[in-house]
């Protein structure tokens, strides 16, 4: 997207993504307007608050207050984006998400860091570890979580054009690039930046890089070619995706996130309403609350950082 350079060899945040093009966006589209509970700067849109000072808005650490202001703001014509924590954009402002924004379809973007286990060092409050099933269950939303920084300005872009309200989920984490810059993206169709016939790892967000590298691991070992499928829409789900995903015979589904609810739900209900069998396994986060720690050691404590992914995968083998 004009306005965003990023040096494709150094690592990059999703939120530090979303702060490059936030001002291109707001170029493009003078109807946009870009709201905040008070995380200006954790989420990078003081740029954009520079440019553009008549169309931002701090409503303070106040999310139910930030969902129905840009649901009134929406009525009258812009494009919220609403910037918030993923555990308090998902929870605390729960009722006013379903109600006041998505009864009415209204197109509101909400964009929420510290998804998963990201702000594990902040502790459980602080995890977004039942947001996607939240906001999934709402009728109208789109649930949506990049696995690639570099890709960001084309999901924003696409959620632009996009009917009713979306959700994008992201961790802290900083990445190197997945995809060339010509990649197409789409909301709603999966990518798949590893081809292979052998057994499918199915995931979102910085999961996608584990299973990467997890798909190398088990080539040395093996020999065999693991596909890796970056469902980065979580609602609407990519079903054919997931079906041809299935004639491998393996899928392990992976996604930081609670294993209840989560894309490994959505993938496992799509393989049984289909009538599909194959090798199945869910990995994510246990359904239960955990003390501080690292988001690595919590990753690798359960099996989805590239050595867990790989395990599970040859375990199928």
């Given at each position: 997207m004009a306005g965003m350079t990023?040096?494709?060899?150094?690592?990059?945040?999703?939120?530090?993504a979303v702060g490059a093009c936030l001002e291109s966006l707001g170029e493009q589209y003078p109807n946009m307007i870009v709201c905040s509970a008070d995380v200006d700067v954790s989420?990078?849109?003081s740029g954009f608050k520079k440019k553009f000072p008549e169309r931002s808005y701090n409503v303070g650490i106040a999310e139910q207050d930030l969902m129905s202001f840009c649901a009134g703001m929406a009525i009258e014509g812009f494009i919220p984006f609403a910037f918030s924590f993923a555990p308090f954009a998902s929870m605390r402002a729960a009722e006013q998400v379903r109600t006041d924004i998505c009864y009415s379809n209204l197109p509101v973007r909400i964009v929420a860091n510290y998804a998963g286990y990201s702000g594990a060092e902040s502790g459980c409050t602080h995890c977004a570890l039942e947001d996607c099933a939240i906001m999934s269950s709402f009728a109208n939303m789109t649930v949506i979580e990049?696995?690639?920084p570099f890709q960001i300005a084309r999901v924003l872009k696409a959620t632009m054009e996009w009917p009713g309200p979306v959700y994008i989920r992201m961790g802290k984490e900083a990445t190197t690039s997945l995809y060339e810059e010509s990649e197409k993206y789409e909301i709603?169709?999966?990518?798949?930046p590893r081809a292979g016939e052998d057994g499918a790892f199915i995931a979102s967000g910085i999961v996608v890089h584990h299973a990467m590298e997890a798909a190398e691991i088990v080539k040395a070992k093996t020999g065999a070619e693991i596909r890796v499928i970056d469902m980065h829409t979580i609602k609407p789900l990519d079903k054919e995706a997931v079906i041809e995903a299935a004639k491998t015979g393996r899928?392990?589904?992976?996604?930081?996130?609670?294993r209840i609810g989560g894309l490994g739900y959505a993938v496992g209900n799509t393989l049984a309403e289909a009538g599909v069998s194959c090798k199945f396994k869910i990995l994510g986060c246990p359904d239960e609350f955990v003390p501080l720690a690292t988001p690595n050691f919590l990753y690798h404590l359960n099996?989805?950082?590239?050595?867990?992914?790989?395990?599970?995968?040859?375990?199928?083998?």
């Open positions: 990023i040096n494709v060899a150094d690592l990059f945040s999703l939120r530090d989420s990078r849109i990049p696995g690639d709603g169709k999966a990518l798949t899928i392990v589904c992976a996604q930081d996130h609670n099996e989805y950082d590239a050595e867990g992914l790989a395990n599970n995968m040859m375990k199928m083998l």
